[in-house]
């Protein structure tokens, strides 16, 4: 017997030496691993590059060097076409995510497009993009915020740009951050203040997740993104980003107070609202499209997270909620009687 306990104590402290602690997977900004990152193991030979850990493709090898002066040490510089992918596929985990390089520009034409290749166990599955229009710029990142499902299990990098003049790549980097649970409350109301009217929009966020979110990074705050629905026509997603990249008008309005702060506990939620006023008479009749988001600062650079949106249950126009409180209208103050009747007759009269 004790033989066998001796021989038993043994295996157990072999084993102990091979036990690896792994990092949390909730850590509260994880930065992936991407294999020489910055670019740093860079080597020529009969004008071709190789890079450490990336692909480069390039249309016109004659305009292609080491750049010494880059943003993190060593970089590229390229002009005309070029492609840069990551030869290995990346390891990932569910959760919210920004990813992208740095560039400098020198070029007054041309387009760059920062992607993220996404895999399932066996086979790509889908690839998230945004594109920016090349001018001349200092250095500055150009980046992709992306979600991760669950079946999602590894993604590759990817950057593809075009200039007329020459532009500089170096650094790239990909940050998950853990947001807190948003919801985009269906249907609008109107805000009904003499002189100070217009649409107002509803949001929720988790207590203790948003709690969290304060805590562990720096400016956090919840709010509502708000633009035309027509400005959506032709965006592959309800951004600010895309909204801004399509020059189309949008305001992101920060949650100030909580309508729920009596109840907070035993809600489980902080609510807010959010409004748009002093309407102009031409967007009276139109649709406001509204989304909740999320942001935060990590090492110097703004993340974002948006909550649901549904065309149907998170668009309103100020006449239709108009409408509808005309039809109670005895319901109303009479100076709240005199706002709704003048967003009516606006538009009938």
């Known amino acids: 017997?004790?033989?066998?306990l001796k021989k038993l104590a043994v295996l157990i402290a072999i084993l102990t030496c091979f036990i690896v602690i792994?990092?949390?997977?909730d850590a509260l900004a994880l930065s992936l691993e991407i294999p020489n990152a910055s670019f740093e193991n860079i080597s020529t030979s009969n004008n071709k590059f190789t890079i450490d850990g990336w692909s480069l493709?390039?249309?016109?090898?004659?305009y292609v060097s080491k750049y010494e002066n880059s943003y993190d040490g060593v970089g590229l510089k390229i002009k005309r076409k070029?492609?840069?992918?990551?030869?290995?596929?990346?390891?990932i985990e569910a959760g919210n995510y920004k990813a992208g390089f740095y560039f400098k520009s020198d070029s007054d034409v041309g387009t760059v497009t920062v992607s993220v290749i996404l895999y399932n166990s066996v086979k790509k599955v889908d690839t998230k993009e945004v594109s920016v229009a090349?001018?001349?710029?200092?250095?500055?990142?150009?980046?992709l915020d992306f979600a991760v499902s669950e079946d999602i299990k590894y993604v590759k990098l990817q950057m593809q740009a075009e200039g007329t003049g020459f532009y500089y790549v170096d650094k790239a980097f990909m940050v998950k951050v853990n947001f807190p649970e948003l919801t985009t409350m269906p249907g609008a109301?109107?805000?009904?203040?003499?002189?100070?009217?217009?649409?107002?929009?509803?949001?929720?966020?988790?207590?203790?997740?948003y709690e969290a979110f304060c805590e562990n990074y720096s400016n956090a705050s919840v709010g509502m993104l708000v633009t035309l629905k027509d400005?959506?026509?032709?965006?592959?997603?309800?951004t600010a980003e895309n909204l801004k990249s399509a020059n189309k008008t949008y305001i992101e309005i920060n949650a100030v107070k909580w309508y729920n702060e009596s109840t907070l506990e035993q809600d489980g939620f902080y609510g807010f609202y959010c409004a748009v006023a002093n309407i102009k008479q031409q967007n009276i009749i139109r649709e406001f499209a509204f989304r909740t988001y999320a942001k935060c600062v990590v090492d110097g650079l703004e993340y974002i997270y948006y909550g649901n949106y549904d065309e149907e249950t998170n668009s309103r126009?100020?006449?239709?909620?108009?409408c509808k409180a005309k039809e109670n209208i005895d319901e109303y103050e009479e100076e709240q009687r005199e706002v709704i009747m003048s967003y009516v007759n606006s538009i009938e009269n």
């Open 1 to 4: 017997m004790r033989s066998i």
């Open 22 to 25: 792994l990092p949390a997977s």
């Open 57 to 62: 493709d390039v249309s016109t090898p004659l």
């Open 82 to 91: 070029s492609k840069l992918v990551s030869k290995e596929v990346i390891s």
């Open 134 to 143: 090349l001018t001349q710029f200092d250095w500055r990142p150009i980046t």
């Open 189 to 209: 109301s109107l805000r009904l203040v003499k002189n100070s009217s217009g649409i107002r929009f509803h949001g929720k966020v988790d207590k203790e997740q």
């Open 231 to 238: 400005n959506l026509q032709g965006l592959s997603d309800f």
């Open 317 to 322: 126009s100020v006449y239709e909620l108009a």
